[in-house]
């Protein structure tokens, strides 16, 4: 089967479609999926660079952690899924593939209203999402989350959420033109960064100096402290991201008044268990609202398998709003 493969770790230039060996099986739980579409993901990137190395059970050099498809195959101990039916799920690599192996409680089957494209666009961003705003964040209908890079694929998938309980939406990203695009999706305030923005203040000054419940950060050390001084009293800050960095000094006073929990989540690395629990609570809660059209998956641009260096290009250049999909089969 033609996969997408890392030659070499480093730039762009080192990807390659190439001639891989069938995934074997399906055993036990165990489902067989041709693999229609996936999606690139910052972790691809770190990949590829030789910065982010796959998990035991993945393959090193294939990357892809999500992906949509239809069943051709079933273990003898499958019981929610018949050949034929389309899915979608995450993995710990390997998606962009033409098959892959998935044990069956990792996997979702894909609304009727939704493309395979569109499915592959939800996985991984929409089950972070949910985890850190409502499992680990317990964002509730009266409070108030700040989103940093609110116009990233996790970025719009946590704001969809949150508007799902009518939390009050701030948001923040160095592109006006992505901002003014999330007012669409339920942004209610937006903040430009730039290097003399403080968000902290704009935070206070705009919740009467609250500040807001729960903040869902993707970018690290850079906004580390300015997130403490945003935070209301028993406030909670969801690591997810560190594309600002990963080391910050900080006042641990700030944290010690206000009673603040500082939280770190990340979905490749946890358990098998853990990830069917994080899975199953995405479905029960957001599958039926992707059904009715009040979720809606955030694609920006498609590209084909072979397109594969200009799609990490795209990604790299940090132009994408939402998810940037690939195309393994159209058949």
């Keep these: ?3 997408v493969f890392v030659r070499e770790f480093g730039g762009i230039e080192n990807l390659t479609i190439e001639e891989v060996d069938e995934p074997s099986g399906p055993k036990g739980d165990e489902v ?3 693999v229609m579409a996936s999606a690139i993901n910052r972790a ?3 990949q590829r660079r030789g910065l982010y190395p796959a998990p035991k059970d993945a393959p090193e050099r294939i990357l892809g952690l999500e992906f949509s498809g239809e069943v051709i195959a079933i273990g003898e101990k499958v019981s929610k ?3 034929g039916d389309r899915v979608f799920g995450i993995v710990s690599g390997g998606a962009q593939a033409e098959m892959i192996v998935s044990r069956e409680d990792l996997l979702m089957k894909i609304p009727e209203n939704l493309s395979f494209i569109e499915a592959a666009a939800i996985p991984e961003a929409f089950i ?7 499992t680990l964040g317990k964002l509730q209908p009266s409070e108030s989350i700040l989103i940093h890079a609110v116009g990233s694929g996790v970025g719009l998938a946590a704001l969809q959420l949150a508007k799902t309980v009518n939390a009050r939406t701030f948001g923040t990203s160095r592109s006006k033109e992505k901002l003014e695009k999330c007012f669409q999706f339920g942004l209610d305030e937006a903040i430009l960064m730039k290097e003399e923005i403080n968000f902290a203040e704009i935070i206070r000054a705009e919740t009467a100096g609250k500040g807001v419940e729960l903040i869902i950060d993707l970018v690290g050390a850079s906004y580390f402290q300015m997130n403490l001084e945003s935070l209301a009293l028993k406030g909670r800050l969801i690591l997810v991201g560190l594309t600002g960095g990963s080391k910050a000094e900080f006042n641990l006073g700030v944290a010690l008044s ?4 500082i939280i770190g989540t990340v979905l490749r690395s946890r358990s098998f268990e853990e990830k069917v629990e994080a899975t199953k609570k995405f479905a029960e809660y957001a599958l ?3 059904r009715s059209g009040k979720l809606k998956p955030n694609v920006d641009v498609v590209f084909k398998m072979n397109q594969i260096m200009q799609a990490h290009e795209y990604v790299e250049s940090n132009k994408n709003f939402g998810k940037v999909v690939l195309v393994i089969s159209d058949n």
């Design 32 to 34: 067989l999926i041709k």
């Design 44 to 46: 691809d990137i770190l």
């Design 288 to 290: 039926p609202l992707f």
């Design 81 to 83: 899924f018949r050949v």
């Design 258 to 261: 206000k009673r603040l929990r």
């Design 1 to 3: 089967m033609k996969a």
């Design 128 to 134: 972070t999402a949910h985890d850190a705003i409502f």
